[in-house]
Every structure is written in C-alpha cells, then in structure tokens.
C-alpha cells in the first residue's frame, strides 16, 4: 500500500494523538491514583474511537483505523484501571 | 452540504471523542485537582489533535474538520488547567 503525503500528516497526527495516552496509562498504572480522572470521559472516549475506527474503516482510510486500534486498547486500558483504583479512592472528607 | 451515512458515523464517532473531554475540564476546572493528570498527555494531544484538523483539512472530510477544531479548544483548555495547578499540588511526601 502507498501513502501519499496527506496520509503522512494523518500517520503523524494519529501517532501523537495515539502516543499521548501512553504516559497518561504508565502514570496511573504505577501511581494507581484515579481520583482526578473522569470516568464519563474515558467511557465516552472508548466508544467514539471505536466509531472512528470503523468510520476509518468504511473510508479505507489507513491513518484512521491504525491509529484508532492502537487508541482503543490504550483507551480501554485507562478505562479498566479507573473502574479498578476507582472504589480503593481515599472518600472526600465530609 | 450534504453528508452521507459515512460521514454520520464519523460526525457520531467525532461527537463521542470531543464531548469527552467535557466531564474531564469541568472535573478539573471545579476541583482544580491536577495530580493524576499527566502533562505529557496533554501536551502531545494538543499537538496531535491540531494536526488531525490539519489532515481534515487536506481530505475535505467535514467531520474531522468539526471534532477535531472542537476537541482543539478542549484539550489545549486543560493542557491550560494542568499548567495553572501543576504547581500548586501538594508535594509528594518525602
């Protein structure tokens, strides 16, 4: 498959956007601190980047569905450790 | 201009991953908690997102175009939030 240059602006932009979750999940993940974290954001960000994906996928456009698996399981990820730390969280004092 | 089915996925999917970071900057704008966010997140998110619009841009695909202006304004405004109150958490106990 070629890409042209357009598709190397969306391979950059899908790489930034896609890497970005890493330091976010490797920081929760060691620190398992999830008080600050939105649980409606990351279960809302889980089910429009699988949309993306198969919007990437009815557009056969290689950029969007590449970066979009690989945001899922990050996504998802970030997702599983909230609903895991999220109980074991120190309760608001009254 | 007239959108078809294809492009409803993607206005749905761009809904989805935009409106998710809504909950995340009122969460934080209300607690002005920062601690578990991670700057580097933020930082190349903002960087990413801005070159999705760009590649929405060149492909005349409208609802890149629209998620990805919106997720802009959002994202830089936490990457906003986390910069103002990064130096205000309390220091990790020694």
């Known amino acids: 498959m070629e890409l042209n240059w357009v598709e190397y602006i969306g391979l950059a932009a899908g790489t930034l956007t896609t890497a970005a ?3 976010q999940v490797y920081k929760t993940w ?3 601190a999830v ?3 939105s649980l409606v954001m990351y279960t809302a960000m889980t089910a429009g980047v699988f ?3 198969v919007y990437g996928i009815l557009l056969k456009a290689p950029a969007v569905i590449a970066a979009n698996a ?3 399981a990050l996504v ?3 997702l599983r450790l909230k609903l895991k730390y999220h ?3 120190t309760p ?3």
Chains 1, 2 share one sequence.
């Open 21 to 23: 979750y890493l330091p």
């Open 87 to 89: 109980n074991a969280q």
């Open 51 to 53: 949309l993306w994906m």
């Open 76 to 78: 998802g990820g970030m």
């Open 30 to 32: 060691r620190t398992k």
């Open 70 to 72: 690989v945001s899922l």
């Open 92 to 94: 608001p004092k009254p």
């Open 35 to 37: 008080g600050d974290i």
